[in-house]
């Protein structure tokens, strides 16, 4: 399977401060997700990268407020811009395995804590 | 649209007894089912999945999941648990066809295993 390595793996930020979170992949993908995991909630897509084209936002989640990047087909970043007490959650990554309905590997998570 | 009701936030067990981590589904279209766990301070691992044929499903280390279709669960199962099986535990469904692929996730179970 594939393996993601996500950085930084943990921040502490200040409100009203940015902080891009990288994703890298050892394989080319065509789409990586971004996920939101808040304290004691499931995860939340927040939205689907693909190389060369706009993400994709997910209900509730805006370009401006977190924007995406994706160069190339092992390479994204998601940046929380603005940021305040309640984007405190854990950040993952994402890829898909193989194809449709096989599963996705994810990177370790960014836990970011916003004061 | 899919969506995921784990019913157990917490599962406190002891070493060596039996568990179950119970999991159902709703959607409108066939689905696959997935098992997803989360050790501290790590991303998330696919520990077992269910794309088609046989209705029970295995994991290498010991946990088995059954597709009940007329239920819409998909259980997870362990007959005897270790420590190092504490750990949170989310269950996800995304469809084979006709719907979204992408998963949706349950809010976790945090299976506790105490000695």
């Known amino acids: 399977s594939a393996v993601i390595s996500q950085k930084p793996s943990r921040d502490i930020c200040q409100r009203g401060t940015s902080l891009t979170i990288q994703c890298q992949v050892d394989s080319q993908v065509t789409m990586m997700f971004w996920y939101r995991q808040q304290p004691g909630q499931s995860l939340t897509l927040i939205a689907t990268?693909?190389?060369?084209?706009?993400?994709?936002?997910e209900s509730g989640f805006v370009i401006d407020k977190f924007p995406i990047s994706r160069p190339n087909l092992t390479f994204s970043t998601l940046t929380v811009s603005n940021m305040s007490p309640e984007d405190s959650s854990i950040y993952l990554c994402s890829v898909e395995e193989k194809g449709q309905g096989y599963g996705y590997t994810f990177g370790s998570g960014t836990r970011l804590t916003v004061v | 649209a899919q969506s995921v009701t784990q019913l157990d936030s917490q599962v406190p067990v002891f070493e060596e007894a039996p568990v179950e981590l119970r999991c159902n589904y709703s959607s409108s279209v066939s689905v696959y089912l997935f098992w997803y766990v989360q050790y501290p301070n790590q991303g998330l691992q696919l520990l077992l999945k269910y794309l088609s044929g046989s209705t029970l499903v295995e994991s290498i280390n010991g946990f088995e999941a059954e597709f009940n279709k007329s239920q819409t669960s998909f259980h997870l199962r362990k007959p005897s648990v270790h420590i190092s099986d504490t750990a949170e535990y989310f269950c996800a469904v995304s469809a084979s066809s006709g719907g979204s692929y992408i998963p949706t996730f349950g809010r976790g179970t945090s299976l506790i295993v105490h000695p």
């Open positions: 990268a693909n190389q060369g084209s706009e993400a994709t936002y």
